[in-house]
């Protein structure tokens, strides 16, 4: 199945307190829970003023699906054509 990251710009992000980053998590849980077990949220980075999702789908429209049910942005999906880390240098 695809993995894609998405690139949602939510200025302040990295200033959310632990009670609003856990009311946004819930809200995706609860839309993730509604769309089936087909589309997955893997991970998420904050940094000052972005929020960098990864998600495991089979489209970029189930994506775009979960950002409009949830009220999420959803400015940038990228599909991962591969993974590279340290052990790639090997």
Same mark, same amino acid.
């Given at each position: 199945m695809?993995?894609?990251? $998405?690139? &949602?710009?939510?200025? @302040? +992000? =990295?200033?959310? =307190?632990?009670?609003? $980053? *856990?009311? $946004?998590s819930? *809200?995706?849980?609860?839309v993730? @829970? +509604?769309?089936g077990p087909?589309i997955q949220?893997?991970?998420s980075?904050? %940094?000052?003023?972005? $929020?960098?999702?990864?998600?495991? +789908?089979?489209?970029?429209?189930? !994506? /775009? *699906?979960?950002?409009? /049910? =949830? @009220?999420?942005? +959803?400015?940038?999906?990228s599909? !991962? &054509? &591969?993974?590279i880390?340290? %052990?790639?240098? /090997?």
């Amino acid at each position: 199945m695809p993995k894609f990251i $998405i690139e &949602r710009k939510l200025p @302040g +992000a =990295g200033n959310l =307190g632990d009670d609003q $980053i *856990k009311e $946004i998590s819930q *809200k995706s849980c609860q839309v993730l @829970g +509604a769309l089936g077990p087909q589309i997955q949220w893997v991970e998420s980075f904050v %940094t000052d003023d972005k $929020i960098y999702c990864v998600y495991i +789908a089979p489209s970029e429209e189930l !994506i /775009e *699906k979960h950002a409009k /049910e =949830g @009220g999420f942005p +959803a400015d940038k999906i990228s599909k !991962i &054509r &591969r993974m590279i880390d340290p %052990t790639s240098a /090997e």
